[in-house]
């Protein structure tokens, strides 16, 4: 939240309309969501290539299932 403030100020400075932001799939529904509570047009593209389920570990497959749920609690927090 705090890093798209900060991208907000630095946009409004530059007069900047629209920008796109490349980020983790588990990230951009709440990414796009705080660019848009800050009235900012962002264009979210997914790295889709960080993600590599069939040769994760299983501590690795643990820990994406604590980035969702991370992900989907802090949208619950910032915006129900």
């Known amino acids: 939240h705090e890093s798209v403030k900060f991208i907000k100020k630095y ?4 007069e900047v309309s629209s920008f796109g932001v490349l980020t983790h799939p ?11 509570k800050q009235g ?5 593209f997914n790295n889709l290539k960080s993600i590599k389920l069939k040769k994760a ?7 994406l299932i604590r980035i969702i749920i991370h992900e989907y609690l802090a949208i619950i ?4």
């Open 40 to 44: 900012m047009n962002a264009t979210i």
């Open 57 to 63: 570990t299983l501590d690795q497959k643990f820990n």
């Open 11 to 14: 946009i409004d400075k530059k």
């Open 77 to 80: 927090h910032n915006y129900i």
């Open 26 to 36: 588990f990230h951009s529904l709440r990414l796009s969501l705080t660019f848009k």
